[in-house]
């Protein structure tokens, strides 16, 4: 270990790490879903990471794919959806209600990498504001799943920044949410007309060459090739980076420009270590219960467990 790596590790030490169940907890659990979110916040997280889109009725919905996805997606009777299915921006949330989410098709890729994923056959994908009614503490970092590449795929960034902010207003829940984005269109609408809710700037290194898409505008070449620099000329305040595209420097050049660092998604203990003892303000993962053994191992404080949640409650 170097002498700067020795440093940040000693601080890292006194540090409070967030820990973000990704789409609930999807290495154990079918992802955003009721019975998910209610299993991740039994093991302890600090906020729910979940996806949205908006139905064809305008109803904002939790799920990850624009299209009905056929590695997790099955008709009441059981029956595997054979090839992607309609977009969710073209279903009625009724229609929706009819599909089973709670199982990964057996033999996928999907299956591969999340063998321990326990099934609930019969859960559903849920509406946004049942997911926001599961716990009055609860906090949720929200991404808005736009398509600026394809625009028929969902309603326009900012048009789902609204959605969210509607139904967060009508739960109470605004002050517990963050809201982000690769889309930048999203978090931009929300930092003019609600500056106060928290906001993240999600990137990855396969989405650059479109950034000026993406970011409507914005290319990290404006900025000496800097993605951490466009994040905060945005106003920050949280960064959210494939984790695969972090090194020590860069995460030391955005605590430096005020942001905090927060990436995505680490799965892996070895890799959760090195990104703590860089100096990582949070983690979003598939497995909150291995980062919550190597958050302890490396000093840091842990979310609490609400043990009083059940799987497949609400």
């Known amino acids: 270990m170097t002498g700067a790596q020795g440093a940040t590790y000693a601080m890292g030490m006194m540090r409070r790490i967030e820990l973000h169940g990704h789409r609930g ?85 999907y299956a591969s990498a999340h063998p321990d994923q326990v099934p609930h056959d019969g859960a559903t994908i849920p509406t946004l504001a049942e997911i926001m009614g599961i716990d009055p503490a609860a906090r949720f970092n929200i991404e808005l799943k736009s398509f600026p590449w394809h625009p028929c795929l969902a309603v326009d960034g900012a048009a789902m920044a609204d959605a969210v902010l509607a139904v967060a207003d009508a739960c109470g829940a605004a002050e517990r949410i963050i809201v982000q984005s690769f889309d930048w269109r999203g978090p931009r609408r929300i930092r003019r007309t609600r500056p106060e809710v928290r906001l993240a700037w999600l990137t990855s290194g396969s989405f650059l060459a479109g950034a000026r898409t993406w970011w409507d505008g914005p290319h990290p070449a404006d900025f000496g090739g800097s993605v951490a620099r466009a994040v905060a000329a945005e106003g920050g305040p949280t960064w959210g980076p494939d984790y695969a595209d972090l090194t020590e420097k860069t995460i030391a050049e955005a605590h430096a420009l005020g942001l905090r660092v927060v990436p995505w998604t680490v799965n892996s203990p070895a890799d959760m270590r090195r990104l703590i003892r860089w100096g990582v303000d949070g983690l979003i993962t598939d497995r909150p219960d291995l980062a919550r053994v190597v958050l302890a191992a490396e000093g840091c404080g842990l979310p609490p467990s609400r043990r009083g949640q059940e799987v497949g409650a609400g």
């Open 25 to 109: 907890a999807r290495g154990l659990f079918p992802e955003n879903t009721l019975g998910g979110f209610a299993g991740a916040l039994a093991i302890g997280v600090d906020a729910l990471e979940l996806d949205v889109a908006v139905t064809h009725d305008d109803v904002v919905v939790v799920t990850h794919d624009p299209r009905l996805n056929p590695d997790i997606t099955r008709t009441m009777d059981g029956a595997w959806l054979a090839a992607p299915g309609a977009t969710i921006r073209s279903l009625h949330q009724a229609e929706l209600a009819g599909y089973d989410v709670g199982r990964i098709r057996p033999g996928s890729a």
